[in-house]
């Protein structure tokens, strides 16, 4: 039987998603026409051709001025604008519920969050330490203002929020002021889907609750009259490509009152006086929106999203779940001829409760860690685009790699010259520990051909031997302009 066929059997479901192979063929086709094996999905989507000819058709047809002016260019504008705010809503099933504040991007929105929630002494943030550095900034924000800042650990190794001290962290809030728990609803290094009830939990102790949701909406269906965070971040090129520079906030109507905007900018006030020192900001989306909205590009979510509907979420889902439990599968079963594993994976074994987000280190036949980024340049020339570094999620990195608070001390010692990989280099010293691994991560386009081709290349390192798979060809001087991200 070949791979694919015992894919096939293992995975029937598989087949009821062929639709998405048509889509592939006519919609991807630049990816096999070069030979791309494209497994980055969770650095940022991949979009259909007739996404970008929509979107140019539209601005062939007409002119559009900045919005928000009486004018015909103007309010052609706001329209397509506001269009594309009420597609948002309607596709998150928070129409009526939610505001919808467009942002550059998720970090844009996660920012917004942390710099008008207000932090207090007595109030508290709880992040999990699985979290993008985009929340992890967020605790900046309530430092400066007095608030007491927890991080709820993970379990090992599958590094999923440890329910029980969340509990215990959680009960500490004092309901009179201020709180607010913050967590991805899926890791952006792991791929662990975290459980969405934590939401109820967190609100029954007075919190209020941020959902990091960028790379969970990708391939999971987000329903907002289902579950009832406070705030959503996302980023429409991770779920599908195009564009980039938009993303949105996603604010429940009964929490907009507790944020406290920390300054006011054009576009965001009904009213501003110089004399008077004063402003009144808008309400609603408009008073979080700074200035020129990216305009033009935001009928191009509208377009995605329908893109993303005709794709079928919950079809997706399904495939990226027979794609994920294959590649675990077959990566653990990845021996070197004296038995060793080739791989060791971060994150739940099996595709239960967990998205299309692998993350991994390989090995040597006599056990030695083979250096990530030698991974990514070999991966590279066979046509393999994948991600290394810790994937701006320190925390889970750090578990996942049995870093201690020493070690990040010592890292932290080198002050402002410190990057990844002069970080590598003092882990190096102090015995060989490794924060960083190698990131594959599945989506709309993903069929069983890219996982084939990427399994095919990881069994390319069976029984090798670090000095045969050799050292990183680029000058580690050259990687300080590599910065960890995404
Ligand atoms: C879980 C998660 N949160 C936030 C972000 C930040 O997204 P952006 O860089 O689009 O602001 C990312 C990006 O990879 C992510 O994966």
Same mark, same amino acid.
């Given at each position: 039987?070949?791979?694919?066929?015992?894919?096939?059997?293992?995975?029937?479901?598989?087949?009821?998603?062929?639709?998405?192979? @048509?889509?592939?063929?006519? @919609?991807?086709?630049?990816?096999?026409?070069?030979?791309?094996?494209?497994?980055?999905?969770?650095?940022?989507?991949?979009?259909?051709?007739?996404?970008?000819? @929509?979107?140019? /058709?539209?601005?062939?047809?007409?002119?559009?001025?900045?919005?928000?002016?009486?004018?015909?260019?103007?309010?052609?504008?706001?329209?397509?604008?506001?269009?594309?705010?009420?597609?948002?809503?309607?596709?998150?099933?928070?129409?009526?519920?939610?505001?919808?504040?467009?942002?550059?991007?998720?970090?844009?929105?996660?920012?917004?969050?942390?710099?008008?929630?207000?932090?207090?002494?007595?109030?508290? *943030?709880?992040?999990?330490? =699985?979290?993008?550095?985009?929340?992890?900034?967020?605790?900046?924000?309530?430092?400066?203002? &007095?608030?007491?800042?927890?991080?709820?650990?993970?379990?090992?190794?599958? !590094?999923? +929020?440890?329910?029980? /001290?969340?509990?215990?962290? !959680?009960?500490?809030? %004092?309901?009179?002021?201020?709180?607010?728990?913050?967590?991805?609803?899926?890791?952006?290094?792991?791929?662990?889907?975290?459980?969405?009830?934590? +939401?109820?939990?967190?609100?029954?102790?007075?919190?209020?609750?941020?959902?990091?949701?960028?790379?969970?909406?990708?391939?999971?269906?987000?329903?907002?009259?289902?579950?009832?965070?406070?705030?959503?971040?996302?980023?429409?090129?991770?779920?599908?490509?195009?564009?980039?520079?938009?993303?949105?906030?996603?604010?429940?109507?009964?929490?907009?009152?507790?944020?406290?905007?920390?300054?006011? /900018?054009?576009?965001?006030?009904?009213?501003?006086?110089?004399?008077?020192?004063?402003?009144?900001?808008?309400?609603?989306?408009?008073?979080?929106? %700074?200035?020129?909205?990216?305009?033009?590009?935001?009928?191009?979510?509208?377009?995605?999203?329908?893109?993303?509907?005709?794709?079928?979420?919950?079809?997706?889902?399904?495939?990226?779940?027979?794609?994920?439990?294959?590649?675990?599968?077959?990566?653990?079963?990845?021996?070197?001829?004296?038995?060793?594993?080739?791989?060791?994976?971060?994150?739940?074994?099996?595709?239960?409760?967990? &998205? &299309?987000?692998?993350?991994?280190?390989?090995? =040597?036949?006599?056990?030695?860690?083979?250096?990530?980024?030698?991974?990514?340049?070999?991966?590279?020339?066979?046509?393999?685009?994948?991600?290394?570094?810790?994937?701006?999620?320190?925390?889970?990195?750090?578990?996942? &790699?049995?870093?201690?608070?020493?070690?990040?001390?010592?890292?932290?010692?080198?002050?402002?010259?410190?990057?990844?990989?002069?970080?590598?280099?003092?882990?190096?010293?102090?015995?060989?520990?490794? *924060?960083?691994?190698?990131?594959?991560?599945?989506?709309?386009?993903?069929?069983?051909?890219?996982?084939?081709?990427? !399994?095919?290349?990881?069994?390319?390192?069976? %029984?090798?031997?670090?000095?045969?798979?050799? /050292?990183?060809?680029? =000058? %580690?001087?050259?990687?300080?302009?590599?910065?960890?991200?995404?």
């Amino acid at each position: 039987m070949t791979d694919v066929a015992r894919f096939l059997s293992s995975y029937p479901a598989y087949v009821s998603t062929s639709a998405l192979d @048509e889509l592939r063929a006519s @919609e991807y086709g630049r990816l096999d026409a070069r030979g791309t094996v494209y497994l980055d999905y969770t650095g940022g989507g991949l979009h259909a051709d007739s996404q970008v000819r @929509e979107h140019a /058709a539209l601005l062939g047809a007409q002119a559009f001025g900045n919005p928000h002016s009486a004018s015909p260019t103007s309010t052609a504008m706001t329209d397509a604008v506001e269009r594309g705010r009420a597609k948002v809503l309607e596709y998150f099933n928070g129409t009526g519920e939610y505001t919808a504040v467009f942002t550059l991007n998720a970090s844009g929105a996660l920012k917004l969050v942390g710099e008008s929630y207000p932090f207090e002494p007595g109030g508290r *943030l709880l992040l999990t330490v =699985d979290n993008h550095n985009s929340v992890n900034g967020i605790r900046e924000f309530a430092r400066t203002k &007095g608030a007491t800042v927890d991080y709820a650990p993970l379990t090992t190794p599958d !590094l999923r +929020i440890d329910r029980p /001290a969340a509990d215990a962290l !959680l009960a500490r809030a %004092d309901p009179a002021h201020a709180n607010l728990f913050a967590f991805p609803a899926q890791s952006n290094f792991s791929g662990v889907k975290h459980p969405l009830d934590l +939401i109820d939990a967190a609100h029954a102790r007075g919190w209020q609750v941020l959902v990091d949701a960028a790379a969970f909406v990708p391939t999971n269906r987000l329903d907002l009259r289902l579950v009832s965070p406070d705030f959503v971040a996302v980023s429409f090129y991770k779920m599908f490509g195009y564009p980039t520079g938009v993303g949105c906030l996603l604010i429940r109507n009964t929490a907009i009152a507790t944020l406290r905007r920390p300054w006011f /900018a054009g576009g965001t006030v009904n009213f501003a006086t110089v004399q008077g020192r004063g402003h009144v900001l808008a309400p609603r989306e408009a008073g979080f929106e %700074d200035g020129t909205l990216n305009y033009l590009s935001i009928p191009a979510v509208e377009i995605g999203l329908r893109h993303l509907e005709r794709a079928g979420i919950d079809t997706i889902q399904t495939r990226i779940g027979c794609l994920t439990g294959w590649l675990l599968t077959e990566l653990q079963a990845l021996r070197h001829g004296n038995g060793r594993p080739v791989v060791r994976l971060y994150g739940p074994a099996t595709s239960e409760d967990r &998205g &299309g987000t692998v993350t991994m280190n390989f090995y =040597d036949a006599d056990g030695a860690l083979l250096d990530f980024r030698r991974i990514e340049e070999l991966a590279g020339r066979d046509g393999i685009s994948l991600r290394t570094g810790c994937f701006c999620n320190p925390g889970a990195g750090e578990t996942a &790699g049995d870093l201690t608070e020493d070690d990040m001390r010592a890292g932290l010692a080198e002050g402002a010259d410190l990057t990844l990989p002069r970080f590598l280099q003092v882990m190096q010293q102090r015995g060989g520990k490794s *924060l960083g691994a190698i990131r594959v991560s599945l989506g709309l386009a993903s069929t069983i051909a890219d996982v084939d081709r990427f !399994l095919q290349f990881a069994s390319g390192f069976r %029984d090798q031997t670090s000095s045969a798979v050799g /050292a990183l060809t680029i =000058d %580690d001087a050259n990687c300080r302009v590599i910065r960890d991200g995404s």
